[in-house]
T-cell receptor, first 115, second 115 residues
Framework: DTGVSQNPRHKITKRGQNVTFRCDPI?????LYWYRQTLGQGPEFLTY????????KSRLLSDRFSAERPKGSFSTLEIQRTEQGDSAMYLC?????????????FGPGTRLLVL | AQKVTQAQTEISVVEKEDVTLDCVYE???????LFWYKQPPSGELVFLIR??????QNEISGRYSWNFQKSTSSFNFTITASQVVDSAVYFC????????????FGSGTRLQVQP
């Protein structure tokens, strides 16, 4: 049983460029979450999918951010026109709806640095 | 609104000492779930425990134990006979039961165990 995987693990980009991250959840999990974590802080929720439907979005998810989960399996998070304030760790998690008391399991994260 | 407070920013102990990490939460939900995660230097959040609001039994797992007290809205985590491998940032998190799936995290406590 493989865990949540994320690619790339690290990304350095210049301000104004677009970046895309990928998350592959645990295979039997139908719920997928994106969080952002800045240095010295706890993760902050960005968005959540159940299968392919995006059911919840945080106010942190500005117009420059878009997330998709087209076939209800892997998900992508795109940031357009990156800004230095976007520098953070982007964490993906997945869970199974089968359990009401579900636990979110996290991937290793993608660390983004915007120069 | 939900809130999790981890007042201890950083704790340093010597190996074999016992250490308690504090977590205080706020929620208006009558049913909710509390979690502890460990984040080692590699960055991946590792799930440790989940506790339901209607189950106030304390739990022990090896050197780890958790004390849930609804009366004081606290969910504290104790490591007995700490080891160097316990060095990490520990996060307490909360999720309500009103349809929102997002976890609300505290700011974390960095634990350093010196040999």
């Amino acid at each position: 049983d493989t865990g949540v995987s994320q690619n790339p693990r690290h990304k350095i980009t210049k301000r104004g460029q677009n970046v895309t991250f990928r998350c592959d959840p645990i295979s039997e999990h139908n719920r997928l979450y994106w969080y952002r974590q800045t240095l010295g802080q706890g993760p902050e929720f960005l968005t959540y999918f159940q299968n392919e439907a995006q059911l919840e979005k945080s106010r942190l998810l500005s117009d420059r951010f878009s997330a998709e989960r087209p076939k209800g399996s892997f998900s992508t998070l795109e940031i357009q026109r990156t800004e230095q304030g976007d520098s953070a760790m982007y964490l993906c998690a997945s869970s199974s709806r089968a359990l009401k008391e579900e636990t979110q399991y996290f991937g290793p994260g993608t660390r983004l640095l915007v120069l | 609104a939900q809130k999790v407070t981890q007042a201890q920013t950083e704790i340093s102990v010597v190996e074999k000492e016992d250490v308690t990490l504090d977590c205080v939460y706020e929620t208006r939900d009558t049913t909710y779930y509390l979690f502890w995660y460990k984040q080692p230097p590699s960055g991946e959040l590792v799930f440790l425990i989940r506790r339901n609001s209607f189950d106030e039994q304390n739990e022990i797992s090896g050197r780890y134990s958790w004390n849930f007290q609804k009366s004081t809205s606290s969910f504290n985590f104790t490591i007995t006979a700490s080891q160097v491998v316990d060095s990490a940032v520990y996060f307490c998190a909360l999720r309500g039961d009103t349809g929102r799936r997002a976890l609300t995290f505290g700011s974390g406590t960095r634990l350093q165990v010196q040999p």
